[in-house]
């Protein structure tokens, strides 16, 4: 079919209108996350924890962390694996790929050759009358995990997150940082377990659709990245945007509707500016997270947070946060464009909101 044709403007309040960052707020945390079809899990909280800063930046000060434990732990309408939050329905569109699981070669090997591992450590769980944390998990394993990263030698870690991604067993909690792990039926609701299991290439083309309706618009194929795609492959009907090169995939059901903005703070990893060759294309907005960068050499902070206001990204917050202390830390406001009065007054009142909903104050520039 003829490719729809936007300028940059409708792209990008597409993109925004898509992941619910735009006037008309959402007021469920379950709808937020069927939307954008997942909440990453990050250990970082110089603000906040990301899953809860990209729940707030949708839901505002209605927003509260134990909503999401208990849609987590209890309700079980959400259920995390391979550190993404997803659906609990959604678990029917990644079952072909547990069935398959692991496709890297090494980490098949290793499995293959610690089975009598694999089974103690489902043994122990089923045993357990409770969830297990993973040092409560003896390492029988016959060959150790080799690797030049943080995971070497990690045996029961790296035995865990297999068996979480091939199915067999899943995250029934957590405490803190640490992962509570469960056998998979303890977890996961009976009838789907019980249900057929799509096929894997009807699974991904319903999760390429998901995915375009979370994000509004995006490429055909795109640079791997981890944990999530950011390309949607055929799903949508085809663009092209004004000044951009090459070709787009739009949701369809997004085209033409009426945009009335509002000013936002995102986490970095949050999904409107995670693809960062999108944000620019899109946006004009540059942006690298610096926390791995020396003090010396980061350009806007260890954690900034991109600004959003309207349907453009117009800068960053360096600020960190201290439940402790009880202060809401602002060390810059960066603007990538002139702030006019009302957006210096739009980004203040959005940084007061922040500090509101973390209980602190805000002192700083």
Same mark, same amino acid.
């Given at each position: 079919?003829?490719?729809?044709?936007?300028?940059?403007?409708?792209?990008?309040?597409?993109?925004?209108?898509?992941?619910?960052?735009?006037?008309?707020?959402?007021?469920?945390?379950?709808?937020?996350?069927?939307?954008?079809?997942?909440?990453?899990?990050?250990?970082?909280?110089?603000?906040?924890?990301?899953?809860?800063?990209?729940?707030?930046?949708?839901?505002?000060?209605?927003?509260?962390?134990?909503?999401?434990?208990?849609?987590?732990?209890?309700?079980?309408?959400?259920?995390?694996?391979?550190?993404?939050?997803?659906?609990?329905?959604?678990?029917?569109?990644?079952?072909?790929?547990?069935?398959?699981?692991?496709?890297?070669?090494?980490?098949?090997?290793?499995?293959?050759?610690?089975?009598?591992?694999?089974?103690?450590?489902?043994?122990?769980?089923?045993?357990?009358?409770?969830?297990?944390?993973?040092?409560?998990?003896?390492?029988?394993?016959?060959?150790?995990?080799?690797?030049?990263?943080?995971?070497?030698?990690?045996?029961?870690?790296?035995?865990? /997150? %297999? *068996? +979480?991604?091939?199915?067999?067993? =899943?995250?029934? !909690?957590? &405490?803190? @940082?640490?992962?509570?792990?469960?056998? $998979?039926?303890?977890?996961?609701?009976? /009838? %789907? *377990? +019980?249900?057929?299991?799509?096929? =894997?290439?009807? !699974?991904? &083309?319903? @999760?390429?659709?998901?995915?375009?309706? $979370?994000?509004?618009?995006?490429?055909?194929?795109?640079?791997?990245?981890?944990?999530?795609?950011?390309?949607?492959?055929?799903?949508?009907?085809?663009?092209?945007?004004?000044?951009?090169?090459?070709?787009?995939?739009?949701?369809?059901?997004?085209?033409?509707?009426?945009?009335?903005?509002?000013?936002?703070?995102?986490?970095?990893?949050?999904?409107?500016?995670?693809?960062?060759?999108?944000?620019?294309?899109?946006?004009?907005?540059?942006?690298?997270?610096?926390?791995?960068?020396?003090?010396?050499?980061?350009?806007?902070?260890?954690?900034?947070?991109?600004?959003?206001?309207?349907?453009?990204?117009?800068?960053?917050?360096?600020?960190?946060?201290?439940?402790?202390?009880?202060?809401?830390?602002?060390?810059?406001?960066?603007?990538?464009?002139?702030?006019?009065?009302?957006?210096?007054?739009?980004?203040?009142?959005?940084?007061?909101?922040?500090?509101?909903?973390?209980?602190?104050?805000?002192?700083?520039?």
């Amino acid at each position: 079919m003829e490719p729809h044709r936007l300028d940059r403007a409708e792209a990008r309040r597409i993109a925004i209108r898509a992941q619910l960052l735009d006037a008309d707020r959402p007021t469920a945390l379950l709808d937020v996350v069927r939307r954008l079809t997942l909440l990453q899990v990050d250990p970082t909280a110089a603000i906040a924890p990301n899953a809860d800063l990209v729940a707030w930046s949708r839901l505002g000060a209605a927003y509260r962390p134990d909503d999401l434990v208990r849609a987590l732990e209890h309700d079980r309408s959400l259920f995390e694996v391979d550190a993404l939050i997803r659906p609990i329905e959604d678990l029917a569109l990644h079952r072909a790929d547990m069935a398959t699981w692991p496709t890297w070669q090494r980490s098949r090997e290793w499995l293959e050759q610690n089975e009598s591992f694999r089974r103690d450590i489902l043994r122990r769980l089923a045993e357990s009358p409770e969830p297990l944390l993973s040092r409560d998990v003896p390492d029988t394993s016959a060959v150790p995990w080799e690797s030049s990263g943080w995971t070497h030698n990690q045996n029961v870690g790296r035995m865990l /997150e %297999l *068996l +979480a991604l091939r199915g067999e067993i =899943a995250i029934a !909690a957590r &405490r803190g @940082r640490e992962r509570l792990w469960a056998p $998979a039926d303890r977890v996961y609701p009976a /009838e %789907l *377990l +019980a249900a057929p299991v799509i096929s =894997a290439d009807e !699974a991904l &083309r319903v @999760r390429n659709e998901r995915r375009l309706t $979370a994000l509004g618009i995006a490429r055909e194929k795109s640079t791997k990245m981890p944990l999530e795609p950011v390309d949607v492959g055929l799903a949508g009907e085809p663009a092209i945007v004004e000044g951009v090169p090459g070709a787009w995939r739009v949701d369809p059901a997004a085209l033409g509707r009426p945009f009335t903005g509002r000013t936002a703070l995102l986490s970095p990893f949050d999904r409107l500016t995670y693809d960062r060759v999108r944000a620019q294309q899109l946006f004009d907005f540059e942006y690298v997270l610096e926390m791995y960068k020396p003090a010396t050499a980061r350009r806007w902070g260890y954690f900034a947070l991109p600004i959003l206001h309207g349907d453009r990204l117009v800068g960053k917050l360096d600020a960190k946060a201290d439940r402790k202390a009880g202060t809401l830390t602002v060390h810059a406001v960066h603007e990538d464009v002139p702030f006019s009065r009302d957006i210096r007054r739009a980004v203040d009142d959005e940084v007061a909101s922040l500090a509101e909903w973390l209980s602190v104050e805000v002192v700083g520039a």
